[in-house]
């Protein structure tokens, strides 16, 4: 074979390489609980951004015992009142589950369904999100309502209410 040859061949293995290697990253069983945590944090973001744009409440619901999460707005036209899905159902794949939610102030939830309001100001209830296998917790997504931030920390973490940087200075006044 010439060396033209090789470098055809070598080029087209490299091309089926990555072509099956984006394949096997997009099946569902091989996705870790940090990469759910963050599919579930950037549907945080685009729930808070789309309230906004919107300039309408868009409902975040968590589904624990059937395992989903999704997004949806209600839409009141011609007099009858319909959800109008903002994102579709998504189930955390593999071996991730939604495992618990917890808001700040609060016990944690581990089943039944819950649905956060995202305001058309952006705001919405502060939480922590478990994912995992259950009932071990491997990831936990921050969302923070006045820090305009959401995070994903490796394992198992508890919301603060804390704002570093802030403090109460009321003798400015």
Known sequence: MTLVEIAIVILVIA???GVVGSMISSIAFLKTSKDEATLL??????????????NQVVYFEINLDEDYYRAYRMD????????????????PGGFNS?????????????????TIP???EGLAADMAIYIG???????TVLYSRYGNEV??????????????????DLESW
């Open 118 to 120: 995202f305001t058309p």
């Open 98 to 114: 939604l495992v618990a939610v917890s808001p700040p102030a609060g016990a944690r939830i581990t089943s039944g369904k819950l």
């Open 15 to 17: 091309i089926l390489m």
């Open 151 to 168: 995070k994903v920390v490796n394992g198992e973490a508890e919301h603060n209410l804390e704002m570093p940087g802030w403090k109460e």
């Open 41 to 54: 944090k950037d549907s945080l973001i685009f729930s808070k951004r789309a309230a906004i744009k919107s």
């Open 76 to 91: 009141r036209s011609e007099g009858e009142v319909k959800e109008v899905d903002m994102l579709t159902k998504h189930s």
């Open 133 to 139: 296998p259950k009932p071990e917790i491997r990831a």
